[in-house]
Nanobody, 121 residues
Framework: QVKLVESGGGLVQPGGSLRLSCAAS????????MGWYRQAPGKQRELVAA???????NYADSVKGRSTISRDNAKKMVYLQMNSLKPEDAAVYYC???????????????WGQGTQVTVSS
């Protein structure tokens, strides 16, 4: 069974920083792209940042220049460093990964349970 678990969310003041972490575990044969999405109340879930297995990255315009996504393939982890946080960054942040579980031939998208980020003074 494959599981993604996020950590690192919390309350931060505007202008502050947070580092989100996501650990993949279980019967994993391979991990392709990994990414972070967020969903604010009343809004659709949106891509924040993504990173391929080779390290190529993609960012939403709203976080470009303020955020850095990285991964540790050996540890099966993905990180999101967010700086200069704004109130509009507040949301539940979800980790996503495209994973090939052991014993299957199909890549599937897996999601974490989400971690709350609140930006407020």
């Amino acid at each position: 069974q494959v599981k993604l678990v996020e950590s690192g969310g919390g309350l931060v003041q505007p202008g502050g920083s947070l580092r989100l972490s996501c650990a993949a575990s279980g019967s994993i044969f391979g991990i392709d792209a990994m990414g972070w999405y967020r969903q604010a109340p009343g809004k659709q879930r949106e891509l924040v940042a993504a990173i391929t297995s080779g390290g190529s990255t993609n960012y939403a315009d709203s976080v470009k220049g303020r955020s850095t996504i990285s991964r540790d393939n050996a540890k099966k982890m993905v990180y999101l460093q967010m700086n200069s946080l704004k109130p509009e960054d507040a949301a539940v942040y979800y980790c996503n990964a495209r994973i090939l579980p052991f014993g299957t031939s199909r890549w599937d998208d897996f999601w974490g349970q989400g971690t709350q980020v609140t930006v407020s003074s």
